[in-house]
């Protein structure tokens, strides 16, 4: 994979990777070869969960390896590395989350379905799947830019497969919730959170407030009319934009 500025447009997948017609890339793992990973755990739109000893892909071919076998309609979205001693949140659109171990989740091989991870009610479905630490919090964004953070001892563990806890309120003013990301408390990370029409914000931790599990959030991004917002990512609060590196960022949004 080629090193190329932030602006430039890049290469395509398909160059590199021997993708299936309408196969999609879903998750980027960046992974060191000093890697001290014990699992990869896996969740879908529709909940299913799954972890598979990490060591079962060491060698992936350019042609790639079965990582799960999806149900009809189903979508692999979320992927991260486990140390087998973790705690994992899965998060909906309906404002509900579940946080188990994830011993809870046995092993399985890499052609296997997985588990149900949290059920589902009708019309809900999955937003975020992400690793927790006692003393990280849960932030979450609505389409109507509505968010907030929750510290994860609110977020009683269950175990896997039930219907979780309220992690935040839902209605028409907010929106369903669309992402969920998981900060430290130490200050270090900040929040990107892009629209629809290509409105883009940057927040660090003091920017966003904490609240309880069943509360809406506030407004910490005005939309306008017919804009949403639509994704969030999290950057190291060190790295600093130049001029023409947020002008990129924009062009990137609005593209």
Not at 153 to 180: E, M, P, W, Y
Request: proline share 2%.
């Amino acid at each position: 994979m080629p090193a190329t500025s932030l602006s430039a447009k890049g290469v395509a997948l398909v160059n590199l990777l021997q993708l299936q017609p309408g196969e999609t890339v879903s998750s980027v793992i960046n992974i060191s070869k000093t890697h001290d990973a014990a699992n990869l755990i896996m969740c879908t739109v529709r909940g299913t969960i799954k972890k598979t000893p990490f060591e079962q892909y060491q060698n992936v071919r350019t042609s790639g390896l079965i990582a799960i076998n999806l149900d009809d309609g189903d979508e692999l979205k979320w992927i991260r590395m486990t140390s087998g001693d973790d705690e994992v949140v899965i998060s909906t659109a309906e404002g509900q989350a579940i946080r188990f171990h994830e011993r809870d989740a046995r092993p399985m091989g890499r052609v296997s379905r997985g588990v149900r991870g949290i059920r589902l009610r009708t019309g809900d479905s999955v937003i975020g799947m992400d690793v927790v630490q006692a003393k990280s919090s849960i932030f979450v964004i609505s389409q109507a830019g509505y968010g907030k953070r929750t510290k994860v001892s609110q977020f009683t563990a269950h175990a896997r497969g039930g219907v979780g806890i309220r992690s935040a309120v839902v209605n028409d003013k907010t929106g369903k919730l669309i992402g969920v990301k998981t900060l430290t408390e130490d200050d270090t990370q900040e929040v990107i959170i892009i629209s629809s029409q290509g409105q883009t914000i940057r927040l660090g931790l003091k920017d966003i407030p904490a609240l309880g599990r069943a509360t809406q959030g506030v407004r910490i991004m005005r939309m306008n009319d017919g804009d949403e917002v639509v994704s969030l990512a999290l950057v190291d609060k060190t790295d600093e934009l130049d001029d023409d590196e947020e002008a990129a960022v924009e062009t990137a949004a609005k593209a």
